[in-house]
């Protein structure tokens, strides 16, 4: 019996069926987003916003169902951003001290480990940023503090049948409307990175602000798991369809809740119907190749012949695609939000050197830490799975508070000496001959270092030390104490466009002293890191020494990913080609296997950038094959 276009049409049919199918998810996924469908219960409260001109109170609980607003309407209204936020009593439900609003949701909200920052729904208010230069017309600057939102004290709490409900941790759960104000140009399920505060924002116009927004449309974010009992205990919670929202002074308005989505980008949805696509249209057609003819025989096997080498090609593009989307879908971290409400030990932090230096407070959710100089080098680190070098962007932001401080502890080494937290090559730490105290044995580390005042005053030093030791660490910020018993929050960002280490300073939630900028000099060669640390370096070889006790809790990290490969597949007059695009200060390496169990290195590589190639990939004997590609960094 001859192939017939029938057998080509079915698996076109059924490559189409897919593609119709995961564009409607696509679609379908993009436009839902989850929001609040009716309101339980609503309290008013005590001081609740009013209209100017008729003093009509914004209370209508309708307000607050659906999804927020992204234009006003009317003859002052218009498109709705950072700097507009809606204003209107039909867009904003009003609560003062002492009111209480309860939502449902017809989807309930979940914990997904999966949604970006683990957020995992936000509320949007009516704040805006305040303009500080005085352009209206569209050119305005702020300098990050708001208006009509940020001074409310406010209580979120949650509950899967609206009976029970368990509050969200105070210490971790911001104000309502304290960030992030509606930009109507973004989506409502994907938030801000929460490690933004008011001052990242000072001297931003729209366009700056939106950049720091990523694509987001803000309000103000909350993770389910930091659901807490009576007694302060952390509850796990799966899920949730009741949200409550309680002023204990001020007033708050609620234009919308939203629940976080965790959807691919549209890439990935496109990689994951190539891949099926292929790999079912290859199925139906070798399933029936290989089914036979019973009646023709040897004739079948003429007719196919020709076709062989053409599956045979396409298998391989279909296993190739498969391999590029796994490679491409699978996602490699880029920030890390902890928050210690569990073992960080038992979760891939690690001890290096005195570990008992380093140890988690069950009780307050922290970790508790010790700089002792005394001591051999230390580190608590979180390793990063790939490399960070000089033309890099990462940074992390930390809350400290410390609860003893002493320097000069020695009488022949009297001076003062550092407490470090930042970023290091692991391997280069764990050497013998690393000396951090000397000033001049150490390399592959950029970190936040504070030396407490021992005569030429107290000074906070970011500083970067390339991979043969060369420094940069001027200016240097002398003058500010970090106190006992306060709460700091510290941001260190590197830049590598400008080449230069940007510092931050909160004071118990207040903007802190200014920190001044740390800039490379010129002929600063590059580092190489691996891993973030929190850093008890020893004293040996140096002229001061110290010893302190603290916390730190809040840690936010973000960094860029490693590459992840996209894999094309070609052939040629020389075979078959696979490509993928190249990366500066990377080297691409394939490896193939027969049966995902033993791998072997394929070689030649064809250059490192912009296109790194490998050409006659079929290897005799084998009839399927497998790719995958490493990247390590130069």
Not at 32 to 48: E, K, M, N
Not at 328 to 354: H, K, M, N, Y
Not at 530 to 543: H, K, N, P, R, V
């Given at each position: 019996?001859?192939?017939?276009?029938?057998?080509?049409?079915?698996?076109?049919?059924?490559?189409?069926?897919?593609?119709?199918?995961?564009?409607?998810?696509?679609?379908?996924?993009?436009?839902?987003?989850?929001?609040?469908?009716?309101?339980?219960?609503?309290?008013?409260?005590?001081?609740?916003?009013?209209?100017?001109?008729?003093?009509?109170?914004?209370?209508?609980?309708?307000?607050?169902?659906?999804?927020?607003?992204?234009?006003?309407?009317?003859p002052f209204g218009g498109p709705i951003d950072p700097f507009n936020p809606p204003y209107l009593s039909s867009q904003l439900l009003s609560l003062g001290t002492g009111?209480?609003?309860?939502?449902?949701?017809?989807?309930?909200?979940?914990?997904?480990?999966?949604?970006?920052?683990?957020?995992?729904?936000?509320?949007?208010?009516?704040?805006?940023?305040?303009?500080?230069?005085?352009?209206?017309?569209?050119?305005?600057?702020?300098?990050?503090?708001?208006?009509?939102?940020?001074?409310?004290?406010?209580?979120?709490?949650?509950?899967?049948?609206?009976?029970?409900?368990?509050?969200?941790?105070?210490?971790?759960?911001?104000?309502?409307?304290?960030?992030?104000?509606?930009?109507?140009?973004?989506?409502?399920?994907?938030?801000?990175?929460?490690?933004?505060?008011?001052?990242?924002?000072?001297?931003?116009?729209?366009?700056?602000?939106?950049?720091?927004?990523?694509?987001?449309?803000?309000?103000?974010?909350?993770?389910?798991?930091?659901?807490?009992?009576?007694?302060?205990?952390?509850?796990?919670?799966?899920?949730?369809?009741?949200?409550?929202?309680?002023?204990?002074?001020?007033?708050?308005?609620?234009?919308?809740?939203?629940?976080?989505?965790?959807?691919?980008?549209?890439?990935?949805?496109?990689?994951?119907?190539?891949?099926?696509?292929?790999?079912?249209?290859?199925?139906?057609?070798?399933?029936?190749?290989?089914?036979?003819?019973?009646?023709?025989?040897?004739?079948?096997?003429?007719?196919?012949?020709?076709?062989?080498?053409?599956?045979?090609?396409?298998?391989?593009?279909?296993?190739?695609?498969?391999?590029?989307?796994?490679?491409?879908?699978?996602?490699?971290?880029?920030?890390?939000?902890?928050?210690?409400?569990?073992?960080?030990?038992?979760?891939?932090?690690?001890?290096?050197?005195?570990?008992?230096?380093?140890?988690?407070?069950?009780?307050?959710?922290?970790?508790?830490?010790?700089?002792?100089?005394?001591?051999?080098?230390?580190?608590?680190?979180?390793?990063?799975?790939?490399?960070?070098?000089?033309?890099?962007?990462?940074?992390?932001?930390?809350?400290?508070?410390?609860?003893?401080?002493?320097?000069?502890?020695?009488?022949?080494?009297?001076?003062?000496?550092?407490?470090?937290?930042?970023?290091?090559?692991?391997?280069?730490?764990?050497?013998?001959?690393?000396?951090?105290?000397?000033?001049?044995?150490?390399?592959?580390?950029?970190?936040?270092?504070?030396?407490?005042?021992?005569?030429?005053?107290?000074?906070?030093?970011?500083?970067?030390?390339?991979?043969?030791?060369?420094?940069?660490?001027?200016?240097?910020?002398?003058?500010?104490?970090?106190?006992?018993?306060?709460?700091?929050?510290?941001?260190?960002?590197?830049?590598?466009?400008?080449?230069?280490?940007?510092?931050?300073?909160?004071?118990?939630?207040?903007?802190?002293?200014?920190?001044?900028?740390?800039?490379?000099?010129?002929?600063?060669?590059?580092?190489?890191?691996?891993?973030?640390?929190?850093?008890?370096?020893?004293?040996?070889?140096?002229?001061?020494?110290?010893?302190?006790?603290?916390?730190?809790?809040?840690?936010?990290?973000?960094?860029?990913?490693?590459?992840?490969?996209?894999?094309?597949?070609?052939?040629?007059?020389?075979?078959?080609?696979?490509?993928?695009?190249?990366?500066?200060?990377?080297?691409?390496?394939?490896?193939?296997?027969?049966?995902?169990?033993?791998?072997?290195?394929?070689?030649?590589?064809?250059?490192?950038?912009?296109v790194v190639e490998w050409r006659d990939l079929e290897k005799a004997g084998e009839a399927v094959q497998f790719f995958r590609v490493e990247t390590v960094r130069l």
């Open positions: 019996m001859p192939i017939r276009f029938k057998t080509r049409r079915s698996a076109l049919q059924a490559f189409a069926a897919i593609i119709r199918s995961l564009t409607a998810a696509l679609i379908a996924s993009s436009a839902f987003a989850q929001s609040a469908s009716s309101v339980i219960g609503y309290q008013p409260g005590s001081g609740f916003a009013t209209e100017f001109s008729s003093g009509a109170g914004y209370t209508n609980p309708a307000a607050a169902l659906g999804l927020p607003s992204r234009e006003t309407p009317g009111g209480a609003l309860t939502l449902r949701l017809d989807q309930p909200l979940r914990d997904n480990p999966a949604h970006p920052f683990g957020v995992d729904f936000c509320i949007f208010g009516g704040a805006g940023f305040i303009i500080t230069n005085g352009d209206y017309s569209g050119g305005g600057r702020t300098d990050g503090a708001l208006f009509g939102g940020g001074d409310a004290r406010t209580r979120v709490s949650v509950s899967q049948d609206g009976v029970h409900f368990y509050a969200l941790n105070p210490s971790l759960a911001p104000d309502v409307e304290n960030l992030f104000p509606t930009d109507g140009l973004g989506r409502f399920d994907k938030p801000v990175d929460p490690s933004f505060k008011g001052p990242d924002f000072s001297g931003q116009d729209l366009a700056g602000i939106r950049s720091r927004y990523r694509g987001s449309a803000g309000g103000t974010g909350y993770d389910l798991a930091w659901a807490q009992d009576a007694d302060g205990k952390s509850i796990r919670l799966e899920e949730v369809s009741f949200i409550r929202l309680e002023v204990t002074s001020g007033h708050v308005e609620v234009d919308g809740l939203v629940g976080v989505s965790a959807v691919p980008e549209p890439s990935v949805w496109g990689l994951l119907i190539i891949g099926c696509g292929s790999f079912l249209g290859v199925t139906r057609w070798r399933g029936r190749l290989g089914r036979g003819d019973p009646e023709g025989g040897a004739s079948l096997g003429r007719r196919i012949a020709p076709r062989m080498d053409n599956m045979r090609r396409l298998g391989l593009c279909a296993r190739l695609w498969l391999v590029w989307l796994l490679i491409s879908v699978v996602p490699l971290r880029a920030t890390v939000i902890e928050d210690f409400s569990t073992d960080p030990f038992a979760r891939g932090w690690q001890r290096v050197g005195e570990g008992d230096l380093f140890g988690w407070d069950a009780s307050g959710e922290r970790l508790r830490v010790t700089w002792d100089s005394s001591r051999s080098n230390s580190a608590c680190i979180i390793p990063l799975g790939t490399s960070l070098a000089r033309t890099d962007d990462f940074q992390f932001s930390v809350d400290l508070t410390l609860e003893d401080i002493a320097i000069g502890l020695n009488e022949d080494q009297p001076y003062t000496f550092q407490l470090a937290i930042g970023w290091i090559s692991l391997a280069d730490f764990s050497r013998g001959d690393f000396r951090r105290g000397t000033g001049q044995d150490a390399w592959n580390v950029v970190e936040f270092d504070y030396f407490p005042d021992s005569g030429f005053g107290p000074t906070i030093s970011p500083v970067a030390l390339s991979m043969n030791r060369q420094w940069f660490w001027q200016p240097m910020t002398i003058g500010v104490t970090l106190e006992k018993g306060r709460l700091y929050r510290i941001r260190m960002a590197f830049d590598g466009q400008q080449q230069e280490i940007q510092t931050q300073l909160a004071v118990d939630g207040q903007p802190g002293p200014e920190v001044k900028t740390v800039r490379a000099p010129a002929g600063f060669t590059d580092f190489r890191l691996d891993a973030f640390a929190i850093l008890s370096y020893s004293d040996a070889g140096a002229d001061g020494s110290i010893r302190a006790r603290g916390v730190l809790d809040h840690l936010v990290l973000q960094y860029p990913e490693a590459p992840r490969p996209v894999l094309h597949w070609a052939r040629g007059a020389v075979g078959s080609v696979l490509r993928c695009e190249g990366r500066k200060g990377w080297n691409f390496r394939l490896l193939r296997s027969g049966d995902l169990r033993n791998w072997e290195a394929f070689e030649p590589v064809f250059g490192t950038e912009p």
